[in-house]
């Protein structure tokens, strides 16, 4: 398959697929190469048995779906792959590949006894922020010679208390080694 845009996806089944890629849902996920990239794979089973948990009844997508049963998780998670949330994948069966080798099958279909990997990721808020704080302290870092005379001297007098703090532990440790 080609790495192309998937098309646009209904906002419910972005949180369906928020749902199974979060520890509550405890959805296994296996680690495996698909086209030379590591890929986070699943089984359908788990998927439908994670849908069927109360946890998932707690979500806002769960109150409105209602109950479900095992035919209607299966229908769901069918309905998301035309969306291009996973790609129904399988094992090579000759004995000389690894077994965490994964081929593409060319009948996209959802059933409890295949494997699927993720080509969702969802939101990357995060991602993005934590790289832009990390860009920020490095930056501040740097231009340390440009700080203000009160703050390197405050910047010098902590990192004086944390080694003089770190010195006391390290004696208390050796004292305590002799006792």
Same mark, same amino acid.
Not at 73 to 85: N, R, V
Not at 87 to 103: A, G, I
Not at 165 to 176: E, P, Q, S, W
């Given at each position: 398959?080609?790495?192309?845009?998937?098309?646009? +996806?209904?906002?419910?089944?972005?949180?369906? =697929?928020?749902?199974?890629? *979060?520890? $509550?849902?405890? /959805?296994?996920?296996?680690d495996?190469? !698909?086209?030379?990239?590591?890929? *986070?794979?699943?089984?359908?089973?788990? =998927? %439908?048995?994670?849908?069927?948990?109360?946890?998932?009844?707690? &979500?806002?997508?769960?109150? #409105?779906?209602? #109950?479900? &049963?095992?035919?209607s998780?299966?229908?769901?998670?069918? *309905?998301?792959?035309?969306? $291009?949330?996973f790609?129904?994948?399988? +094992?090579? *069966?000759?004995?000389?590949?690894?077994?965490?080798?994964? $081929?593409l %099958?060319q009948?996209?279909? !959802?059933?409890?006894?295949? %494997?699927?990997?993720?080509?969702?990721?969802?939101?990357?808020?995060? &991602?993005?922020?934590?790289?832009?704080?990390?860009?920020?302290?490095?930056?501040?870092?740097?231009?340390?010679?440009?700080?203000?005379?009160?703050?390197?001297?405050? %910047?010098?007098?902590?990192s004086?208390?944390i080694?003089?703090?770190?010195?006391?532990?390290?004696?208390? =440790?050796?004292?305590?080694?002799? /006792?």
């Open positions: 398959m080609e790495p192309n845009e998937p098309p646009q +996806r209904p906002k419910n089944l972005c949180q369906v =697929a928020d749902y199974l890629l *979060s520890p $509550q849902s405890g /959805l296994k996920k296996r495996g190469v !698909f086209h030379e990239k590591r890929v *986070s794979y699943f089984r359908g089973k788990g =998927a %439908v048995n994670a849908l069927l948990k109360p946890e998932f009844r707690q &979500t806002a997508v769960g109150k #409105e779906l209602g #109950e479900l &049963t095992r035919e998780a299966a229908k769901l998670l069918g *309905s998301m792959i035309p969306h $291009q949330f790609l129904k994948v399988e +094992r090579p *069966s000759e004995p000389d590949m690894p077994k965490n080798m994964l $081929q %099958v009948v996209q279909s !959802f059933s409890e006894d295949s %494997v699927f990997l993720w080509r969702y990721e969802g939101s990357q808020l995060r &991602t993005y922020l934590m790289a832009g704080g990390l860009l920020a302290i490095v930056l501040a870092g740097v231009m340390f010679p440009l700080w203000p005379m009160p703050l390197r001297m405050g %910047v010098w007098y902590l004086v208390g080694l003089i703090m770190l010195g006391l532990f390290f004696a208390m =440790a050796i004292v305590r080694l002799i /006792l």
